[in-house]
Each structure stands twice: as structure tokens, then as C-alpha cells.
């Protein structure tokens, strides 16, 4: 009752109301063509007005006089609570088994330079590895030189060099984001998708500590029964490189239809971080200080991994077509709430 006739008064009020205030900026003093348009929309919005408050005040009045009940009893209105995103929970799994190991989250831009993406990762300019990730550009970038033409990121390794650039070792960093292709879609393809990439960099890192970080991971990603296997691959900015295989998790290694009857789902790339990227890293920081030597090969080494979060996702709920992380059906997504 007491809210209605605040109401009232706060709109048709005669001295301080809504109404009159409008009334006399923009009606009173309007230019003459325009006060007949604005007469019209202005009585409009009075009859808006005292319609409400006369249904508020019938409403009010069968209440009061028992016509109308409001019954606490019945239930309220059930609004469903959000869940996160499947690729989303995934990604956050990921990045908080590393977290647990002391590594801290980097993130870069979507929208990368030639140098970070490619040249200082030991991608040269018309190098044939350019051609395994197919690359999205930015249009008019022509006239600059190549290292300073814009891209959009084809993977999370740029952030490897922007965060070595950035700070000294010792660095254990995580970098969680979306990566852009220029793929066709099908069922195990996105253009655009999402990455995790892992990068250490300390005195006495071997490719025993790669190993026994990887497979403590994915432990915990697909549970303490999963073996992981290092088979030999290659990467333009990591030496030796390798690719992780993880025992198939729906035939526990038997061989099925899922893992193309060879007992091993292969999940992400990995490798030992190439000296010549930390020379790229050293070049670039030396513009700063020219005795800079925090990344001299002959005292520190590092490893790198970078993994699909799509993949990884589809693996651990037995989804096979990409395409459903997208489509935002409920029918989908309601069964990770
Ligand atoms: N950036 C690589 C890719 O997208 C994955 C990778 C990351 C490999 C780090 C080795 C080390 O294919």
C-alpha cells in the first residue's frame, strides 16, 4: 500500500512528480511543430501510468478484503542454476593439476605477431612447418615486415616467448586460451578451438621430469590406472619432441573402435624447449639489456607440452563430434549440470 503511493507520488506527484518535471522541460518549452508529437506520446505514458496503479490498487483492495489470496505455500519459481561450460571444466581440470604442481596461469592475445607465433618458435618465414597449422591472417599487413604481420594465434606457444621475454627463469607457467585454425569443420575440427600449454624453464630440467610431470597428469585427468607412452614427433621449438599417448580408456588397452584398435589414444605434443628459441628469447631481451644472460642454454633448460582441450574433453566424456561443445542444445549441455 505504502509502495503504490510512492509510486503515485514519485510519477503524478504535483509539485515534485516525474510527470510535471518532463512536463515542463520538454513539453512547455519544446519547439512549437514538435509539441504535438510530444503532447501525444507524453499522455501515452500518463495513461501508462494510471493504468498501473489503478489495477495495483483493485489488487490490493481484493486482498485486503479476502477476495484475493496470496498463498505463501505454493512453491516458487524454479530458475535452474548455470553450470560451467563442458570445455570450460575441462580447461579449469587441466590448468588446476598443474597449479597443484606450483605452476601459475599466462595469457596472451588472440591476435599475434608473425614473431611470437611462428619466427622466434624456430618457424622461419616460407618454412614448410608453416604449412601444419594453417593460418588465419589479418587483412592489409603487406607493407610491414613479416616478423610484425598480425595473425591470429594458431596455437598457445606464442605465450612460451612473450613470458620468457618477460620474466627470468625459474618459470612454470600454464597458459589456457583459444587458438584459431584455418581448418574445415567435421567431427574432430573447429577453426576456432582451445589449448593448454605448459612451459618450464629451471637449472637441471631433463626430459625425465617431462615425462614423469605428463604422466602424473594425466593421472589425474583419466584416473591412476592410465599409461602414458612418448613416441618420437617433431616440432620446430622443441628438441627431442614427442607426442603423449595415453592406454585407451574405454578398452583399457585391448584394442576398440575409439582407439582405432591400437590400445593407445595419442592426447598431446610435447618436447624439450630448442636452444635456438632460448637464442630468439635471449635477442629479444637483450634490447632491453644488452648483458642480459637468464636464458644461456649451458645453464638453464626447460620442457614445453601443449594440449587440445576439445580433445581432451571428448576423451574424458566419450563425445565424438567436436561440434557439440558449439551448438549450445540444451539437450547436451544438460547433462554435464
Ligand atoms: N603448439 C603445438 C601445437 O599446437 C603443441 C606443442 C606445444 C608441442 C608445446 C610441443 C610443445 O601443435
Known amino acids: 500500500m505504502r509502495d503504490a503511493e510512492a509510486f503515485r507520488l514519485r510519477w503524478l506527484g504535483r509539485k515534485q512528480g516525474r510527470l510535471k518535471l518532463i512536463s515542463e522541460a520538454w513539453l512547455k518549452s519544446g519547439p512549437t511543430d514538435a509539441r504535438k508529437p510530444l503532447g501525444i506520446r507524453f499522455n501515452q505514458?500518463?495513461?501508462?501510468?494510471?493504468?498501473?496503479l489503478t489495477s495495483v490498487s483493485l489488487r490490493i483492495q481484493k486482498v485486503l478484503e479476502g477476495e484475493e489470496r496470496v498463498d505463501i505455500t505454493l512453491p516458487g519459481g524454479v530458475r535452474a542454476p548455470g553450470i560451467p561450460h563442458p570445455l570450460l571444466?575441462?580447461?579449469?581440470?587441466?590448468?588446476?593439476?598443474?597449479?597443484?604442481l606450483g605452476y601459475s596461469t599466462a595469457l596472451g592475445p588472440q591476435v599475434e605477431s608473425d614473431f611470437y607465433n611462428f619466427e622466434a618458435l624456430n618457424f622461419p618465414p616460407n618454412h614448410p612447418a608453416r604449412d601444419t597449422q594453417d593460418t588465419l591472417v589479418l587483412a592489409?599487413?603487406?607493407?610491414k615486415p613479416s616478423r610484425d604481420r598480425l595473425l591470429?594465434?594458431?596455437?598457445?606457444s606464442p605465450v612460451q616467448i612473450r613470458s620468457m621475454i618477460a620474466c627470468a627463469p625459474p618459470i612454470r607457467i600454464v597458459v589456457p586460451g583459444k587458438v584459431h585454425r584455418n581448418d574445415a569443420a567435421d567431427a574432430t575440427h573447429s577453426p576456432v578451438f582451445h589449448q593448454v600449454e605448459g612451459l618450464c624453464v629451471d637449472t637441471n630440467i631433463t626430459f625425465s621430469d617431462l615425462k614423469g610431470t605428463l604422466d602424473h597428469a594425466m593421472k589425474a585427468l583419466f584416473g591412476s590406472s592410465v599409461k602414458t607412452r612418448f613416441f618420437p614427433s617433431f616440432f620446430p621449438f622443441t628438441e627431442p619432441s614427442a607426442d603423449v599417448q595415453i592406454s585407451c580408456i574405454f578398452c583399457s588397452?585391448?584394442?576398440?573402435?575409439?582407439?582405432?584398435?591400437?590400445?593407445?589414444?595419442?592426447l598431446l605434443g610435447c618436447g624439450m624447449v630448442d636452444p635456438t628459441v632460448f637464442a630468439s628469447v635471449t635477442e629479444a631481451r637483450r634490447k632491453l639489456n644488452p648483458a642480459d644472460d637468464a636464458y644461456n642454454p649451458a645453464k638453464i633448460t626447460g620442457f614445453a607440452f601443449g594440449m587440445g582441450v576439445e580433445r581432451i574433453a571428448m576423451v574424458q566424456h566419450g563425445i565424438s563430434d567436436?561440434?557439440?561443445?558449439y551448438s549450445g542444445d540444451m539437450r547436451f549441455l544438460e547433462q554435464f549440470a
Do not use: P, Y
Not at 45 to 52: T, Y
Not at 140 to 143: I, K, L, P
Open 152 to 156: 591470429m594465434r594458431t596455437h598457445t
Open 89 to 100: 571444466k575441462t580447461m579449469n581440470e587441466i590448468v588446476a593439476v598443474f597449479h597443484h
Open 140 to 143: 592489409d599487413q603487406q607493407a
Open 45 to 52: 505514458l500518463k495513461q501508462q501510468i494510471e493504468e498501473v
Open 253 to 266: 588397452g585391448a584394442g576398440c573402435r575409439k582407439c582405432k584398435q591400437s590400445g593407445w589414444i595419442e
Open 322 to 325: 567436436i561440434g557439440h561443445f
